[in-house]
């Protein structure tokens, strides 16, 4: 018999006789949630919206939703859920959005041709939900700008160089109306 020790629980296994024991790897104490947190705070999107919150010296809300902005009518037909947009600055009153990144994978183009509850293909809510937030935030007087990943230099994975002092010049330009 074998016993492991970790730092909640004791796990007991047993061994036949003449058989050498291999412990299990170490369990990771970081979560499945900060694993993702982790991962979405490292990415491209992520990188742009910090340095949106640098050059208008606010920190945007982000995945921001409002009461005014809902998707389509649940299958039971009583709920909708509200649109997250990707960054709300509210001393700018701004929005701002990112455009679908362009890929190429198969997995990609799977997921978008997938039927969803209103009968319509992914892509095609997308681009609805896509039209629905400029047609609703307009009329809501809140400002929108709309960020194309394709503006910025990329990697051959489709990701972003990160090339600081270049995509500051590219963001000061988009947001020059907003900057204080």
């Not at 949106?52 to 995945?63: I, M, N, V």
């Not at 997308?126 to 609703?136: G, S, T």
Request: charged residues 35%; contains cysteine; positive net charge.
């Amino acid at each position: 018999m074998h016993t492991e020790r970790k730092e909640t629980s004791v796990y007991w296994y047993l061994v036949r006789e003449g058989a050498k024991f291999s412990p299990n790897e170490p369990i990771s104490s970081v979560s499945k949630k900060e694993r993702a947190q982790a991962i979405r705070e490292n990415s491209d999107e992520f990188y742009i919206l910090n340095l949106c919150d640098e050059l208008l010296k606010e920190k945007a809300s982000r995945k921001h939703t409002f009461s005014f902005l809902l998707g389509d009518m649940h299958k039971k037909g009583k709920t909708r859920t509200p649109l997250p947009l990707a960054a709300f600055y509210k001393d700018a009153n701004l929005v701002i959005e990112f455009l679908e990144k362009q890929t190429n994978t198969d997995q990609h183009l799977d997921k978008t041709d997938e039927a969803t509850l209103s009968d319509s293909t992914r892509r095609e809510q997308l681009i609805k939900y896509n039209k629905r937030r400029r047609d609703v935030l307009q009329k809501k007087d809140i400002n929108l700008v709309e960020i194309d990943y394709s503006l910025f230099e990329c990697d051959n994975k489709k990701r972003l160089v990160r090339d600081k002092a270049k995509d500051v010049a590219l963001l000061k330009k988009m947001l020059k109306p907003y900057l204080k």
